[in-house]
């Protein structure tokens, strides 16, 4: 089974910018992994904020972007609001096996 | 309003069984591809199982040959039919369609 590799932790200012990456131990994550990410806020259950690379949820706030960088997955923060501390999952499909999610990233606004 | 709720979570022993289920309202459940996924205690996300809009599934090598997923139509409701539970099956269940919604989760914990 693959392995789906997040940064751990990643601390931004409020209004800052920060690139959250999700990368495959199969080789480089393309738009035939179908990248999700999706937040998670503590005690609450997941919701997702983007699908297929690049594709915005409707509650997606437009501070998020999605995109394929170096290889990898990211998604983009870019004016970071204290509501943004979370942790963020992502998720590739794979053909002819199961997704895998990412081991998640620990964001913190500060 | 698109809407998922779970229910059937529970304490188990280790070997019983559970049967999970997740109604949805606001949209046609066969219509989307439908995942579970599980969260254990302090852990990370982990995909379970999901059922095209075709009807075909997929599991998780951890629960393949334990676990069940089905639908109901009439019902518009997910299930997921869990047996040979094990501790380490201990979790928060999410039903999702993972471009819709998630459910808020159900708690399974399996110990003797």
């Known amino acids: 089974q693959a392995v789906v590799t997040q940064e751990p932790s990643l601390t931004v200012s409020p209004g800052g910018t920060v690139t959250l990456t999700c990368g495959s131990s199969?080789?480089?994550?393309?738009?035939?992994?179908?990248p999700y990410w999706f937040q998670q806020k503590p005690g609450q259950a997941p919701r997702t904020l983007i699908y297929d690379t690049s594709v915005k949820h409707s509650w997606t706030p437009a501070r998020f972007s999605g995109s394929l960088l170096g290889g990898k997955a990211a998604l983009t923060l870019s004016g970071a609001q204290p509501e943004d501390e979370a942790d963020y999952y992502c998720l590739l499909s794979y053909t002819g096996a199961r997704p895998v999610f990412g081991g998640g990233t620990k964001l913190t606004v500060l | 309003e698109v809407q998922l709720v779970e229910s059937g979570g529970g304490l188990v022993q280790p070997g019983g069984s559970l049967r999970l289920s997740c109604t949805a309202s606001?949209?046609?459940?066969?219509?989307?591809?439908m995942t579970w996924v599980r969260q254990a205690p302090g852990k990370g996300l982990e995909w379970v199982s999901v059922m095209h809009n075709g009807g075909n599934s997929y599991y998780a090598d951890s629960v393949k040959g334990r676990f069940t997923i089905s639908r109901d139509s009439s019902k518009n409701t997910l299930y997921l039919q869990m047996n040979s539970l094990r501790v380490e099956d201990t979790a928060v269940y999410y039903c999702?369609?993972?471009?819709?919604?998630w459910g808020q989760g159900t708690l399974v914990t399996v110990s003797s």
């Open positions: 199969t080789g480089a994550v393309t738009s035939g992994h179908y």
């Open positions: 999702a369609s993972l471009v819709l919604s």
């Open positions: 606001g949209f046609t459940l066969s219509s989307k591809y």
